[in-house]
């Protein structure tokens, strides 16, 4: 109960520091003019988002950052080991190198030679898969993090070398998967806030304090952004944050060993995805047919005649019960 005390108020640490410093950020953004640029193919009611500040990852990055790391500077000079966990300094570093590649693609978008269309899509998905690797590895060689639980079994499932490439795949999907989710105010950091404590608390019935500190830290801090965020948007989180923010969620799911779960607990950022493939592939087979009236699937609501914030509550209850139903079938 005392882990559990700790790690919420943790928690609202993280969103008292991002909601402070969460103005004085806006107006460095808005001084430099980092403002998000809207595609010509998006629905029209999209364009009143033309020149809102993007690249606002930055918000909660830096806070869980800040946290996290005071925590785990306490372990690592050796002063005391009992109140932090080293094992989170892996997703720490994720969280930092997928938001260093969005910070690179959101400013090539906005002020590079690509102005408009960021980083070529080649690029930003070898560096994607190369940090995936990296991690997959550390997980299963390093960490020793279970390889998969399975509702039903009550042990660890063993991959062998298949963990690696299974991983990697998984930290990739579900960074795309944030991204794609990321379109409308408050979408995606509601979205992954309430995976995110979903792992938090799986990490808390698994007695991964540190984990799960880092877990509640972390939705302290979307919880902050979010004050900013929901509609109508002051502030827009760019791939800064879609990117480490489902990179992060991923893994903090292979650290658990339930990443099956995402499947459920992350079914909003998976039909996402899913309708993007979709959508190209049946654009592919049929020769210029649409599935979908627009992709991602949020944008297709819109265009049925949902307003932008019905599409959103309706996501996030989905997803809510979603993570409702994963935690209760992790422990299966």
């Keep these: 109960m005392r882990q559990i005390a700790f790690s919420l108020s943790l928690a609202g640490l993280a969103f008292i520091m991002t909601a ?14 980092v403002g998000k640029i809207i595609r010509v193919e998006e629905p029209d009611s999209h364009r009143v988002k033309m020149g809102t500040p993007t690249m606002g ?23 005391a080991t009992s109140g932090v966990g080293r094992s989170v300094l892996l997703p720490m570093v994720v969280m930092f190198g997928y938001a260093l590649l969005g910070a690179v693609d959101d400013w090539e978008g906005i002020r590079g030679k690509r102005k408009g269309d960021g980083m070529r899509s080649s690029t930003k998905f070898t560096f994607q898969v190369l940090l995936a690797i990296g991690t997959a590895y ?33 930290i990739v999907a579900e960074s795309n998967a944030i991204n794609f989710t990321d379109g409308l105010d408050g979408l995606a950091g509601l979205i992954a806030a309430t995976a995110i404590a979903a792992f938090g608390g799986i990490a808390l019935i698994q007695e991964q304090v540190y984990l799960a500190r880092f877990c509640f830290i972390l939705v302290g801090a979307l919880f902050g952004f979010l004050w900013f965020n929901v509609h109508p948007a002051e502030l827009i989180m760019g791939d800064t944050g879609s990117l480490s923010l489902g990179a992060v969620l991923a893994v903090v799911a292979l650290m658990t060993g339930q990443w099956p779960m995402l499947l459920i607990i992350g079914i909003i950022p998976l039909s996402e995805m899913l309708s993007v493939v979709i959508q190209i592939g049946y654009f592919k087979w049929t020769k210029g047919k649409r599935f979908f009236k627009m992709a991602p699937i949020h944008l297709h609501f819109e265009l049925l005649g949902w307003s932008e914030t019905q599409v959103v509550q309706r996501f996030w209850l989905i997803g809510l019960m979603a993570a409702l139903i994963g935690i209760g079938l992790s422990q299966v």
């Design 20 to 33: 402070i410093w969460g103005g004085p950020l806006l107006r460095i953004l808005r001084h430099f003019k």
């Design 57 to 79: 990852g930055v918000m909660f990055i830096l806070s869980v950052l800040l946290l996290s790391g005071l925590l785990n500077a306490v372990a690592l000079i050796g002063v």
């Design 138 to 170: 550390v997980l299963k060689y390093v960490i020793d993090a279970p390889d998969v639980y399975i509702p039903g079994l009550f042990f660890e499932v063993e991959l062998g070398w298949f963990y690696v490439p299974i991983a990697a795949f998984i």
